[in-house]
């Protein structure tokens, strides 16, 4: 008997180095190590039809679409709705999708629709839980809440302190966000030249992707007008990414709009303290559950003086940059790993498939 095959659809994949691909590529290693074959297809720029060809050749069990409006859009499509409307679907919903998309209109509509056709809906975390109570109200028990994990995807070494040019003594907070008006890299950089004024060893690194043009092109010129304290690199190879937080002081996201970022996983893991706008996907990855120490400082993204003060008690007060850290290190050594995130993904699977087939997923063969 074949492994179970599974088709992943989400905006991005790898080699790009975002969120959504890294997310996809954890997924993708786990599952395989559990049995199954999975495929990942980026949807950025595929056609209905491409997509159409991809399901016939590859014939999957099931479609995990990770991302309701970026890549489950593409499912509403005539030419993919009247073949494939039989074919079990499960989505996990971006923070996007939840905060941002579901209170237009248009975007509204889509992600009902694409929630609507899902067997299975995945939450990773609370704060995603009880949004859906507003936006799939009448698909709740169809949703499941899968803990989110982190792994690392290499050990190669980078040192982004000396190859960004700064010293030893300065305090470096690092960004690694592509470059978007949701997540706030342009805002957050110019609220740090207020930190630099008053504290002229603070340093700030932005890493990622132009993810749109013009939010970029303008994010670019004001990089280069403040060179003195400001770096914007292309992305991190993930195989370098636990270096690359390794070597700086402070992680920083500024987003209007989160889920549950990787990065703020992935920096207190590394032992990183954070600073983080105040938005509901936010608070769970700095303060924890009840009765944890904070992992780190949350700003309120509508007031930048508050940014500046938040940044500067982190600039000035060293101790409480290792206390945060600590906390958050030991925090992610009780996290849930890969594996454990992996089959609780099976279990979604297995539930959406099980109501026509009533078969297992992981180990079939």
């Not at 975390?125 to 698909?139: D, K, M, N, T, V």
């Not at 303008?218 to 914007?232: P, T």
């Not at 790993?337 to 297992?360: H, K, M, N, S, W």
Request: charged share 25%; with cysteine; net charge neutral.
């Amino acid at each position: 008997m074949k492994p179970f095959r599974l088709l992943i659809l989400t905006p991005t994949a790898l080699p790009a180095v975002t969120g959504n691909a890294m997310t996809a590529e954890r997924w993708r290693r786990c599952l395989v190590g559990m049995g199954l074959d999975v495929r990942v297809l980026p949807t950025e720029g595929l056609a209905p039809g491409d997509l159409k060809g991809e399901i016939i050749r590859f014939r999957p069990d099931l479609v995990h679409v990770h991302n309701a409006y970026r890549a489950g859009g593409l499912l509403l499509r005539r030419a993919l709705d009247q073949g494939f409307g039989t074919l079990p679907l499960v989505v996990s919903p971006s923070g996007t999708d939840m905060n941002v998309e579901s209170k237009v209109d248009a975007g509204k509509d889509r992600v009902s629709r694409v929630l609507s056709r899902a067997e299975a809906i995945i939450v990773q975390s609370e704060e995603g839980r009880e949004r859906l109570h507003e936006i799939a109200h009448g698909r709740m028990d169809r949703v499941h809440f899968v803990p989110k994990s982190f792994v690392w995807l290499g050990e190669e070494t980078l040192d982004l302190r000396a190859s960004c040019g700064f010293d030893p003594g300065d305090v470096v907070f690092f960004m690694p966000a592509g470059i978007r008006p949701v997540k706030g890299n342009l805002e957050c950089l110019l609220g740090f030249e207020k930190v630099y004024n008053l504290r002229p060893g603070a340093r700030i690194i932005f890493a990622g992707p132009s993810l749109d043009a013009d939010y970029s092109e303008h994010f670019r010129k004001e990089v280069e007008q403040r060179q003195a304290f400001a770096r914007w690199i292309p992305p991190i190879h993930p195989a370098a990414m636990l270096s690359a937080y390794g070597s700086v002081d402070v992680i920083l996201n500024g987003s209007a709009s989160e889920g549950l970022s990787n990065v703020l996983i992935e920096g207190r893991a590394a032992g990183k303290p954070l600073l983080a706008s105040d938005i509901p996907g936010n608070r769970w990855p700095v303060f924890g559950d009840p009765g944890d120490p904070p992992m780190g400082v949350l700003f309120d993204p509508s007031d930048p003086d508050d940014f500046v003060r938040k940044a500067i008690l982190l600039v000035d007060d060293a101790m409480l940059r290792r206390k945060l850290g600590e906390a958050g290190a030991a925090y992610s050594r009780r996290m849930p790993g890969p594996c454990d995130e992996a089959r609780g993904l099976v279990a979604v699977y297995e539930a959406a498939v099980g109501r026509t087939r009533g078969e297992r997923v992981a180990g079939r063969g």
